[in-house]
């Protein structure tokens, strides 16, 4: 059998994910259902929206499936009945057992990193933050304890001094949908040598647990290099963030999304330089975050001269 006479279900909910799924449309891999999110509400009017899995499989006209719960029998009554041979997870939740054992040749996850490092929510953001050279994609085999499961394959990309999250996320997408295919094949054709994890010799294992908002707080009293690194791996979403308190005591939150690096010495952490026309620094524990682009709260996002040439004052600004 070849992958492209394999029955397969495709498993995923965000952007990241369609890319997987449009290789396999769009070179004839037999998809006979999507499990996507349920619709959720959102924006001001509160519609319910379609996950972008969704979207692109129902414009494809392939079967779509949005359970609520993955261990519900009606649920898994009909996922048995597309009598899958494959499952294919990208970006999506926790699966049961009874889930995962389900096809003869199992279910495989894209994972973006190079497991075992950085298992976990946010592997990319870790990635960037913590300073890696480079990460990748992998697929593994599901098995009970999550991202543990046999390594099938991986490709490695490098990680560049200006890229950002959102750069990262783009180049894996594309890399990761490669991949994809490439699991698919061998795992239909029985050529492929699962890696068991624990089999990998690594100093010390990186996790990458799911950001929250107090993880994405700048703390100036860092090195210029981290703060620079937390930014790049924070942007542009969820994004680092800053909190400025004016001569009056009212603060404002701001939103960094890049920033250069100028090294100095002597600096008192979290001063804030600017010529309130062109360019705004605020320093670090060794260097200046010299910052390009921003997001005061309430405001778009926009470059830093357009946002000084809108706000007078900046000087009189310090970081709380």
């Given at each position: 059998?070849?992958?492209?006479?394999?029955?397969?279900?495709?498993?995923?909910t965000p952007d990241f994910a369609v890319t997987s799924l449009a290789a396999l449309v769009e070179n004839d891999y037999h998809i006979v259902g999507?499990?996507?999110?349920?619709?959720?509400?959102?924006?001001?009017?509160?519609?319910?929206?379609?996950?972008?899995?969704?979207?692109?499989?129902?414009?494809?006209?392939?079967?779509?499936?949005?359970?609520?719960?993955?261990?519900?029998?009606?649920?898994?009554?009909?996922?048995?009945?597309?009598?899958?041979?494959?499952?294919?997870?990208?970006?999506?939740?926790?699966?049961?057992?009874?889930?995962?054992?389900?096809?003869?040749?199992?279910?495989?996850?894209?994972?973006?990193?190079?497991?075992?490092?950085?298992?976990?929510?946010?592997?990319?953001?870790?990635?960037?933050?913590?300073?890696?050279?480079?990460?990748?994609?992998?697929?593994?085999?599901?098995?009970?304890?999550?991202?543990?499961?046999?390594?099938?394959?991986?490709?490695?990309?490098?990680?560049?001094?200006?890229?950002?999250?959102?750069?990262?996320?783009?180049?894996l997408m594309v890399i990761g949908a490669q991949l994809v295919v490439k699991t698919v094949d061998a795992l239909a054709e029985g050529d492929y040598?699962?890696?068991?994890?624990?089999?990998?010799?690594?100093?010390?294992?990186?996790?990458?647990?799911?950001?929250?908002?107090?993880?994405?707080?700048?703390?100036?009293?860092?090195?210029?290099?981290?703060?620079?690194?937390?930014?790049?791996?924070?942007?542009?979403?969820?994004?680092?963030?800053?909190?400025?308190?004016?001569?009056?005591?009212?603060?404002?939150?701001?939103?960094?999304?890049?920033?250069?690096?100028?090294?100095?010495?002597?600096?008192?952490?979290?001063?804030?330089?600017?010529?309130?026309?062109t360019y705004l620094k605020i320093a670090a524990a060794d260097a200046w975050l010299n910052i390009t682009d921003l997001q005061l709260s309430g405001?778009?996002?926009?470059?830093?001269?357009?946002?000084?040439?809108?706000?007078?004052?900046?000087?009189?600004?310090?970081?709380?």
């Amino acid at each position: 059998m070849t992958g492209k006479d394999s029955r397969i279900v495709f498993m995923g909910t965000p952007d990241f994910a369609v890319t997987s799924l449009a290789a396999l449309v769009e070179n004839d891999y037999h998809i006979v259902g999507v499990i996507t999110a349920p619709d959720k509400p959102a924006g001001r009017g509160r519609k319910l929206q379609e996950s972008a899995v969704k979207k692109y499989a129902s414009e494809k006209g392939l079967r779509v499936l949005q359970p609520e719960k993955l261990k519900n029998p009606a649920f898994i009554e009909e996922l048995e009945s597309l009598k899958a041979d494959l499952q294919v997870v990208v970006a999506f939740r926790m699966l049961p057992e009874i889930v995962w054992r389900m096809p003869r040749l199992g279910t495989f996850n894209l994972h973006g990193s190079l497991l075992p490092q950085y298992r976990g929510a946010a592997p990319l953001n870790w990635a960037v933050i913590n300073g890696e050279k480079e990460t990748g994609v992998t697929t593994f085999l599901l098995s009970h304890e999550i991202d543990t499961g046999a390594i099938l394959f991986h490709k490695k990309t490098p990680i560049h001094a200006n890229d950002t999250v959102g750069d990262i996320h783009d180049r894996l997408m594309v890399i990761g949908a490669q991949l994809v295919v490439k699991t698919v094949d061998a795992l239909a054709e029985g050529d492929y040598t699962p890696l068991e994890q624990d089999e990998i010799q690594t100093a010390e294992l990186k996790p990458a647990p799911k950001i929250f908002k107090d993880d994405c707080r700048i703390d100036w009293s860092n090195s210029g290099e981290q703060i620079r690194n937390l930014i790049r791996g924070l942007s542009p979403y969820p994004a680092a963030w800053t909190e400025l308190q004016d001569d009056k005591g009212q603060s404002l939150a701001l939103k960094i999304f890049f920033a250069e690096l100028e090294e100095a010495a002597n600096l008192v952490p979290g001063t804030i330089e600017s010529d309130e026309k062109t360019y705004l620094k605020i320093a670090a524990a060794d260097a200046w975050l010299n910052i390009t682009d921003l997001q005061l709260s309430g405001k778009k996002r926009m470059k830093t001269e357009d946002f000084l040439r809108g706000y007078h004052g900046i000087n009189k600004l310090e970081t709380k």
